[in-house]
């Protein structure tokens, strides 16, 4: 089994598929992409979008973060991967909604906080998004009501994949204030070791 090769750094949405890798303890590799820079062939012979993240696993080629993230927990196995065909199919449930719901407010809430020079925040976005948020996130603390897991009970891909997203609300503290168990899923997924090494210092 060679190293699998992760196109994308930390500094980019590559940071859900390092941490995957973390999580599952496999070699593998991550490869700077300048996304100013035309793309290079090769490399859009693993994307055609020309995006980052993809992989190279032996040849085999797989773009779309929460795709590749689904893709390894199957290949690699273990507690994070779906014991049966219910368990698969709501860890996919949770992948798509995670990027339907809360993809683009959670990114806008991100970008004019921390990630955008002070001088290009936009200080009317923030709120904006956390009150679009307020819907996806009142069913993900309804969910969270009964387990601090999404599926089984354990640390899955879908805690993961969600995980990706809720983070970037983690300076929200009024916010998250209101939904004490997605406040408690933010704090456990930070001090997870895996996240640490996958995900740029915030704040
Ligand atoms: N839905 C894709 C989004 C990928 C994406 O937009 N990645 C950004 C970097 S974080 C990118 O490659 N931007 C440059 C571009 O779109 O050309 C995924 O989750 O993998």
Redesign the pocket.
Known sequence: MGTLKIYGTIR??ANRVIWMAEELGIPYESISVD?AAPRDPAFLKVNPN????AIDDDGFYL????AINLYLAKKHGGALAPRNAHEDAKMIQWSFWA?TELEKAGLDYLMHTMFLPAEKRDASIPPKALETLKRPIAVLEQALGSSAYLVGDRFTVADLNVGCFVAYLASARDFLSQYPNVGKFVAAIAARPAFKKAMPPRG
């Open positions: 980019s949405r996304l020309g995006r980052l993240p773009f779309e973060s929460m990027v």
